[in-house]
């Protein structure tokens, strides 16, 4: 049973915008403060983002205020819109819960930020 899926990334010019999306098993999504990661290989995954429950955001320091990340609790899916993306924003982005599980760990979705 896959109980978090996320998709969305792709190949984006520098400056651009993606959105992505990760739908989350209903157990997990209405008990969790869920966040996005992302790895780049050769390298440990990175949080980026955590949306509690009740909506409040916090965000690291490497997205300098580009990314925001957002639930809709209507359909179990936490979003992250990443704007003005960067050459090394290229990773494999991944949803998990904060702090994350790691039976939980999903494919991920790849970004590439390259012109």
């Known amino acids: 049973q896959v109980q978090l899926a996320e998709s969305g990334g792709g190949l984006v010019q520098p400056g651009g915008s993606l959105k992505l999306s990760c739908a989350v098993s209903?157990?997990?999504?209405?008990?969790?403060?869920m966040g996005w990661y992302r790895q780049t290989p050769g390298s440990q995954r990175e949080w980026i983002a955590t949306?509690?429950?009740?909506?409040?955001?916090n965000y690291g320091n490497s997205i300098e205020g580009r990314f925001t990340i957002s639930r809709d609790n209507a359909k179990n899916t936490v979003y992250l819109e990443m704007s003005s993306l960067k050459p090394e924003d290229t990773a494999l982005y991944y949803c998990?819960?904060?702090?994350?599980?790691?039976?939980?760990w999903g494919q991920g979705t790849q970004v590439t930020v390259s012109s």
């Open positions: 998990n819960t904060v702090p994350y599980q790691g039976n939980l």
């Open positions: 949306i509690t429950t009740g909506g409040r955001t």
């Open positions: 209903s157990g997990i999504f209405n008990n969790w403060g």
